[in-house]
């Protein structure tokens, strides 16, 4: 832990460095004092934003929402990975439609799903479902098509059933590639869904965001914009602490 | 003698569009509670015979009868091991939870005992790759048993181990055969090792396979690692085995 | 196995026929619903009717200016922070906080520095792709083979010389992958930016046919971007599969050795 601290000072400071050159600047108009990032300022109202029941709204509204997007595309994409992986007729059958689904470039999907969804909710899980499903479904077969085959000839000779290879033994093996796929996935929902609330403008951090933009806030939708890289900080770590707990093993083969 | 395993006429193919013949016609027979070894040249085609008795792949020709049922998928009561251990292992599974892996039912006695006869018994809540190469196989071995077999098969379960762990491996493979009345089908290019441990030793020839003879092992029991290594019949089978598999094709 | 692949395309058409059918049976009846038929259709007299040529032209000029200003960055920045551990321990917090922000987070603090044309468009779009190349070249670097390093020890080779003439040329494959991705995401930023602030391209395009309630439209131009995205992928791996042919004769020799 020291030395991980020791490791990681230079670049803290250097962080310390640029906040306080920023700060220097504005306060000598150097830069544009309206415009520009004021680190004294954002700290004020970053103060008022954590004190601020919108924060817990937000934050809620942006993470209920990123919850239930992702979830719902790692249960789908693992599930069909699996299926897809394992099993050639269901590759074959399925690859055609998905392969042309793949390359959409998923933001553009957002009009049409505001046009078939709404404004609200269901709109916003699906556009994070539709980002978040492929990495999980590509990396998942990748995953279960480069397991060991001794593997699955141990889970053969001990004459284990077909659900219990795949469960027991290709699951297990291909977690490193699946949470790796997550991983991805993880970031571009997380992208959709502050994408989606900027456009609709109702709830969650992208809202905020873009609230403090057209209101001429400047210095408050920095405030929010240091609130959203904290989330994906905040989510980037706690995704390395569960691969470290789930494939803890796989580093040490 | 009731044979437990017939091999009848074995071949095998590999390929379609050019074919490669990597065994021509094997028959062999082994008696319930032998321990028979295959020796042959390195790439005859051993190790696929072997998997092709445990069921883990199809014959192109010929029949594998186990109790005078042919064998077309791993079937009741053969467990193969493998030659790569620590590929075998899971990796993400505590030495206990792999030898459970075998069990039938997720008897906890079961495994303490199983784990006390290949001397792991202080080593059940590590994971595998936290153990030496010979510690990996004798969790394997262990696995194994917890299936409870009739018949062993073992794909060059020695080979990656460093010389004097092979021979405590020796010693513990006799001694579970001694115990639980198991056969055995070993797989080997170590001339020695298969007359150390066998009572017959299969000699195949060079690709595509066959049996060129079977040899009757007159080393006595029980085999002592120095003394039975000096005994003038395991030398003169040595030499014989050692001298054919060395003739020029 | 053919049989099999056939029925794979036979499920597409089938999705496809359905669609059409929902419209024509008159089981959907939504503006925002519309036939395939009429889809493309609406492909068919974009370039004429809309000025697709114009629209996607503009927004691919987009692309390709962030794309490439993201390349020269991250490439420089990449062997740099290869090369030298220390500057990379320095700046590899702040790295990191700009890689967990979401991307369109970007584009309201730049619309007040930059205005919201090009110069707003292009700096997004070269933000988000710096990072897949600048993290890919850094590793490539890092993958440079200890031996070579060594010989070139040895000989007492000028570590700039070192740089460019060892650790780039075992890095490409690693760049060329980042650029892979990043050109992808350049593509989706280029949407977004003009989804979120703007007047021409694509993404205001794709916006403004939903406000239309013109769906026909809408989807015809997503579709035309899915293909120019799937082509310029393909072109992209051509591109890297003929630069990179000795990498191959690398792997092929590591796999036989």
């Not at chain 2, 079937?75 to 030659?83: K, M, N, R």
């Not at chain 2, 792991?120 to 917890?146: C, H, K, N, T």
């Amino acid at each position: 832990m020291k030395a991980r601290i020791a490791s990681l000072a230079p670049g803290l400071a250097f962080i310390a460095f640029w906040i306080g050159a920023l700060e220097v600047a504005a306060r000598n108009g150097w830069v544009n004092r309206v415009f520009s990032p004021f680190p004294s300022e954002i700290a004020a109202r970053l103060g008022g934003v954590l004190g601020s029941p919108a924060l817990l709204e937000a934050l809620g509204s942006t993470v209920g929402l990123l919850a239930a997007g992702f979830g719902l595309a790692c249960a789908a994409g693992v599930l069909l990975g699996l299926a897809m992986g394992y099993h050639r007729p269901t590759y074959a059958l399925l690859e055609p439609t998905l392969e042309l689904l793949r390359p959409i470039p998923k933001p553009a999907l957002l009009p049409p799903l505001i046009l078939l969804l709404g404004l609200g909710a269901p709109m916003k899980v699906a556009i994070v479902f539709l980002g978040a499903f492929f990495p999980v479904l590509i990396n998942t077969i990748e995953g279960v098509r480069t397991v060991d085959p001794v593997l699955v000839d141990v889970a053969r000779t001990f004459r284990r059933g077909k659900l219990a290879t795949v469960f027991r033994v290709i699951l297990p093996a291909s977690l490193p590639m699946i949470l790796a796929g997550m991983r991805v996935s993880l970031g571009l929902g997380l992208i959709l869904v502050t994408l989606a609330e900027m456009l609709t403008g109702t709830h969650g951090l992208g809202a905020q965001l873009v609230d403090a933009q057209r209101a001429f806030r400047v210095q408050d939708m920095y405030a929010w914009t240091v609130v959203l890289a904290s989330l994906g900080l905040a989510l980037a770590l706690s995704f390395d602490a569960l691969e470290r707990r789930l494939i803890f093993w796989s580093s040490r083969r | 003698m009731a044979e437990l395993l017939e091999i009848e006429r074995v071949a095998k193919t590999f390929g379609a569009v050019e074919p490669v013949a990597a065994l021509r016609s094997v028959d062999l027979a082994v008696a319930k509670g032998e321990f028979v070894s295959i020796v042959g040249p390195s790439g005859c085609g051993k190790s696929t015979l072997l998997q092709i008795i445990a069921g883990l792949i199809p014959a192109s020709a010929g029949e594998v009868r186990l109790s005078g049922r042919v064998v077309r998928e791993p079937p009741e009561g053969v467990v193969y091991l493998f030659q790569q251990y620590s590929r075998s292992l899971f990796p993400w599974l505590t030495v206990a939870e792999n030898v459970r892996f075998g069990l039938r039912h997720s008897a906890q006695d079961r495994c303490r005992e199983l784990l006390q006869m290949v001397g792991l018994a202080d080593f059940s809540a590590r994971y595998p790759w936290e153990l030496s190469g010979g510690m990996q196989q004798r969790v394997s071995i262990a696995r194994a048993l917890a299936a409870e077999p009739s018949v062993l098969l073992l794909d060059e379960p020695f080979s990656s181990v460093d010389a004097l762990t092979r021979l405590e491996l020796h010693g513990l493979i006799l001694d579970l055969w001694g115990k639980t009345g198991l056969t055995i089908l070993l797989v080997t290019h170590d001339v020695e090792e298969a007359v150390y441990l066998s009572d017959r030793i299969a000699l195949l020839t060079r690709r595509p396979a066959e049996v060129a003879e079977v040899f009757a092992n007159a080393l006595p029991r029980p085999r002592r690692p120095v003394e039975s290594r000096e005994d003038a019949r395991f030398l003169a089978l040595r030499h014989e085995l050692l001298t054919r598999l060395l003739q020029p094709a | 196995m053919i049989a099999m692949q056939l029925r794979g395309f036979g499920v597409v058409v089938g999705l496809l026929l359905l669609w059409e059918l929902s419209v024509r049976s008159g089981a959907v009846r939504s503006e925002s619903w519309p036939a395939v038929s009429t889809i493309l259709q609406a492909l068919g007299t974009g370039f004429q009717a809309e000025g697709w040529g114009q629209v996607f032209g503009s927004s691919l000029r987009r692309m390709a200016m962030g794309f490439l200003l993201a390349a020269f960055a991250g490439i420089t920045l990449g062997l740099l922070l290869g090369a030298s551990p220390r500057l990379h321990r320095i700046v590899m917090p702040t790295q990191e906080i700009f890689r967990v922000l979401p991307g369109p987070a970007l584009v309201p603090p730049l619309i007040f520095l930059l205005g919201v044309d090009d110069a707003l468009k292009v700096s997004v779009i070269a933000i988000a792709a710096f990072f897949p190349i600048l993290l890919n070249t850094i590793a490539g670097v890092k993958a440079a083979d200890p031996v070579h390093l060594l010989v070139a020890r040895t000989f007492r080779i000028p570590r700039r010389r070192v740089l460019l003439g060892i650790q780039l040329p075992s890095a490409l494959p690693y760049v060329f992958a980042g650029c892979r991705i990043s050109l992808g995401i350049a593509l989706i930023v280029t949407v977004v930016a003009e989804m979120l602030a703007g007047s021409e391209g694509v993404g205001y395009f794709i916006v403004s046919m939903q406000y239309a309630m013109r769906a026909g439209d809408m989807y015809a131009a997503i579709v035309l971007l899915s293909a120019i995205g799937y082509l310029l992928n393909r072109l992209f791996l051509a591109l890297e599969r003929r630069a990179l042919w000795w990498a191959r004769g690398l792997e092929r020799q590591a796999a036989h050795g």
